[in-house]
């Protein structure tokens, strides 16, 4: 069993900055994945960064290419999300996600654990 606890949402102005971080705890993390998804009202939860837990890897949505950036912290077991440059269509309950294979995949029904989520709010 795997336990994910997200932080760092908020409010913030259009063109600031937030940063995501996700608590993995439960289990030893050494060969497999961690993606960001996010989900806004009458949305379906989209792809946003993931990351391969041994060699770094990282993959990102088009959508927050250059502004985005993920990376891990393999000794406190942590992911982060860095998010610049946000915009109003940023906003949605962000989501942290494992998946036992070291695979980043775009797909959230291939994820085997999830996060309760974190509030952004975007203002213009």
């Known amino acids: 069993q795997v336990q994910l606890v997200e932080s760092g949402g908020g409010l913030v102005q259009a063109g600031g900055s937030l940063r995501l971080s996700c608590a993995a705890s439960g289990r030893t993390f050494t060969t497999n994945a961690m993606g960001w998804f996010r989900q806004a009202p009458g949305k379906e939860r989209e792809f946003v960064a993931g990351?391969?837990?041994?060699?770094?890897?990282?993959m990102y949505a088009d959508s927050v290419k250059g502004r985005f950036t993920i990376s891990r912290d393999n000794v406190k077991n942590t992911v982060f999300l860095q998010m610049n440059s946000l915009k109003p269509e940023d906003a949605a309950v962000y989501y942290c996600?494992?998946?036992?294979?070291?695979?980043?995949?775009?797909?959230?029904?291939?994820?085997?654990?999830w996060g309760q989520g974190t509030q952004v709010t975007v203002s213009s």
């Open positions: 996600a494992f998946r036992k294979s070291g695979v980043v995949l775009t797909t959230s029904t291939l994820y085997d654990y």
């Open positions: 990351i391969s837990w041994s060699v770094g890897r990282t």
